[in-house]
Each structure stands twice: as structure tokens, then as C-alpha cells.
């Protein structure tokens, strides 16, 4: 099980904080964020700034191909702007 907790316009997307959810083997992020907003995973990447896998930015890893497994926490951020 992964537990994923949403902040932002990605928490709106998914109508909730957090999720709790059954992954199956070989799992990358990609798979993991259609699951949380659905088929329009695609599009709705581009509302989301930093994906943390246990604390750490994906981005530093294989990006959206990074794999995850059981136990492992998943943070989405959203873009933030400001002045």
C-alpha cells in the first residue's frame, strides 16, 4: 500500500488529502497519478510542480518513470506563484 497525500489544485482534483492505495508490481508515478486524477493524467501533470517519493523529488530520480512500491509515501505539489 501507498500512502498519497495531496495538497492544492491536485487535493480539488482528487476530492480528498490523502489516499491510501493497493499498487501492483513494476508501478511507476505515471501510473499512480492517472489512478489519483483519472485518464487525464496527461494534462493534469502540468498543474502539478514536485512529486516527492519518500521525501525526495522524483525529478532527481526517473522522473514520472520512477518506480514505487509498498510502503513508500508520495507527496503532489502544486505550481505556487506569487509576487
Do not use: W
Not at 9 to 32: C, F, H, Q, W, Y
Not at 59 to 82: C, N, Q, S, W
Amino acid at each position: 500500500m501507498v500512502r498519497v497525500k495531496l495538497y492544492g489544485s491536485v487535493r480539488k482534483l482528487a476530492g480528498t488529502p490523502e489516499l491510501n492505495l493497493t499498487i501492483r508490481e513494476g508501478m511507476v508515478l505515471k501510473d499512480l497519478i492517472r489512478q489519483v486524477v483519472g485518464d487525464t493524467a496527461e494534462s493534469q501533470t502540468r498543474l502539478i510542480s514536485a512529486i516527492l517519493l519518500n521525501g525526495r523529488n522524483c525529478a532527481f530520480r526517473k522522473g514520472l518513470e520512477t518506480e514505487i512500491a509498498d510502503g513508500d509515501v508520495v507527496e503532489m505539489l502544486p505550481i505556487v506563484t506569487g509576487g
